[in-house]
């Protein structure tokens, strides 16, 4: 069978050159997404990931008490400082915790920082977080109050930031 591409007829070399040039898209293709995949993929896990699920139990508990208690927390970020307003049902403000976070980017731990904030006013924490890239940023905090024995987490906090350009 002849064409105006193959005025000879196709050959086996023609076969073997079109097999080659199909393969060779589709090696390029899986390359492409395989770049992209790895580039974009961080390979953030949950460290720990068995204890955890152990515990499942006991974390969806202090959640249930945590609603209880029926604290909000507000959050704000201005002037290179993370500001932390916390009150309770009552709206009054909740002093003397201990106030832990961890500020960082949803999708890579590259940016994350731990920060400690201090109370400013009764049931007002804050801390100096210098300037920040525009954006979203996850912030988990935990607050913290010592019992008779040792530091107890009364309050857990996830909010994500977004910080305008």
Known sequence: MTSSIFPEGIKGR?????????????FAVNGVFLYYA??????????DAYR???AYNQRILAASEQEKLGWTGNVAVADGKL?????DKAGLPI?????QAVLGR??????DRRLVLSEIAPGRYEVS???????????????LRQTSNREQVVYRMRKRLWLKP
């Open 14 to 26: 023609h076969v073997l050159y079109g097999m080659i040039l199909f393969f060779a898209t589709i």
């Open 95 to 99: 002093s003397s915790l201990q106030i």
């Open 129 to 143: 977080v210098g300037a920040l890239d525009a954006g979203t940023w996850m912030l988990g905090v935990e607050a």
């Open 106 to 111: 949803p999708s890579t731990d590259r940016f």
């Open 52 to 54: 955890k699920g152990l």
């Open 38 to 47: 790895l580039k974009t993929h961080t390979g953030l896990d949950t460290p």
């Open 83 to 87: 500001r932390l307003v916390l009150s």
